[in-house]
């Protein structure tokens, strides 16, 4: 361990508020591959949606500062490492080792069926990390993007609430799904939110004020599949929201819906990560 990993203590982040683990994420941070600002609501509101266990989130303390965090959501047997940094100064000297060792031996000693973790493609230090703990990567997320088609056929989209379509996808979908297009993190109510159902395919898409609509959730039910009941249902949301563009953020597992949305016009866009499980 390095002077510096050795000057560091780790304590939960079960008395930290949300206003000061937002300022921490804004410092650990800092110089991301994609930039990115964290506000206390909506750290607040994301957390929560992702079932943060404060008990098992760690906060890495120097001279009585914080200098890093690891966060853990948990539900039922399953773990997910759902945001890691380390502050840049003290990058590379074994902090972030630190934290993610005592993130797996936790999650080890609770004998969860499951730990997993997104990273972004090209974040070498944070997947060789990871690698050497001993996980390793399930599949590609990928993101894609579609331009606004300014019009078009409108089929019938049939409203649903959030939760509704948010159940289809908890009790229709893989369970392996990444933790934050999953039916139970869907299932928390979120503002800009909205479901879609044409036929048997569902969806839930975030209805954003400015820049791209975000698809958020799909699933078709299980035995209404390979009926094309997706691609119409991609297609249906492109043509009634058609003033703008269209997104569906890297979570978009490769080998379930890779083919799918290029399928119904979309283009993958350059930013992916890998979703990563550690082995047994
Ligand atoms: C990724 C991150 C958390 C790693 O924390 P860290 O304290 O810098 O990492 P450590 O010093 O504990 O290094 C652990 C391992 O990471 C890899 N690593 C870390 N820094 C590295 C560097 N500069 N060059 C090469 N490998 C590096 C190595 O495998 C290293 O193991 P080793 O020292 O035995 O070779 C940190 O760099 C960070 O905060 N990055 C920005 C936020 C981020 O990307 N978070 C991950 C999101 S998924």
């Not at 009790?171 to 048997?200: C, M, V």
């Amino acid at each position: 361990m390095s002077a510096a990993a050795s000057a560091i203590s780790l304590s939960t982040a079960s008395n930290v508020s949300f206003k000061e683990i937002a300022d921490i994420l804004n410092d650990v941070y800092t110089g991301y591959i994609t930039p990115i600002t964290f506000e206390e609501e909506t750290v607040r509101v994301v957390l929560r949606a992702d079932s943060l266990d404060a008990d098992e989130s760690w906060i890495a303390m120097r001279d009585g500062a914080p200098v890093g965090c690891a966060l853990v959501g948990r539900r039922d047997r399953r773990s997910r490492l759902g945001a890691m940094g380390v502050t840049p100064a003290l990058r590379g000297m074994g902090v972030g080792r630190l934290m993610l060792e005592r993130v797996v031996e936790r999650s080890r000693d609770r004998a969860d069926e499951r730990l997993e973790l997104e990273v972004i493609e090209g974040n070498t230090h944070a997947i060789r990390l990871y690698e050497s703990v001993g996980f390793v990567t399930q599949r590609q997320l990928l993101a894609f993007e579609h331009e606004a088609v300014g019009g078009g056929e409108v089929a019938e989209l049939v409203d649903v609430a959030q939760e509704e379509a948010a159940n289809v996808i908890a009790d229709h979908g893989p369970d392996d799904l990444p933790w934050q297009i999953s039916g139970r993190t869907l299932r928390a109510p979120r503002e800009l939110y909205k479901a879609h159902r044409l036929g048997r395919a569902w969806a839930v898409v975030v209805d954003t004020p400015e820049g791209p609509r975000a698809m958020r959730g799909l699933c078709v039910e299980r035995d209404a599949r390979r009926q094309g009941q997706a691609t119409r249902l991609l297609r249906a949301l492109v043509a009634q929201y058609s003033d703008r563009p269209w997104m569906a953020p890297a979570l978009c597992p490769e080998d379930l819906v890779g083919e799918l949305f290029l399928r119904a016009g979309f283009t993958q866009a350059d930013i992916s990560q890998r979703q990563m499980v550690l082995r047994d």
